[in-house]
């Protein structure tokens, strides 16, 4: 069974910068698309950065030019470099693949990142 593992969620504070790893711990057939998605509390999960198996990346609104996102498909990892976080970045960060082949999509454990001075 596929898992993602993911690593680098923390305090930091507003200004400052971390960087999220996310592994898959097998090979993951036909990844069409990996991704970060984000939870505050009270609020729906949404998508935070995107990337294709092409190589071509999308961004909430929010985030544009502050976070980037790296991936690799044939690896299974996808990391994401968040800067100029502010508090409103606080959350839980999911990784997340999506494959044309079942079970179609995996999903991380979730890491905490805090945003606070």
């Not at 991704?35 to 009270?42: L, S």
């Not at 950065?49 to 044939?74: E, L, M």
């Not at 800067?83 to 979730?110: E, F, I, K, M």
Request: one cysteine or more.
């Amino acid at each position: 069974q596929v898992q993602l593992v993911e690593s680098g969620g923390g305090l930091v504070q507003p200004g400052g910068s971390l960087r999220l790893s996310c592994a898959a711990s097998q090979r993951i057939f036909g990844i069409a698309v990996m991704g970060w998605y984000r939870q505050a509390p009270g609020k729906e999960r949404e998508l935070v950065a995107a990337i294709t198996g092409g190589g071509i990346p999308d961004y909430a609104d929010s985030v544009k030019g502050r976070f980037t996102i790296f991936g690799d498909k044939a690896k299974g990892t996808v990391d994401l470099q968040m800067n100029s976080l502010q508090p409103g970045d606080t959350a839980v960060y999911y990784c997340n693949v999506r494959s044309l082949l079942s079970p179609y999509h995996y999903w991380g454990q979730g890491t905490q990142v805090t945003v606070s001075s």
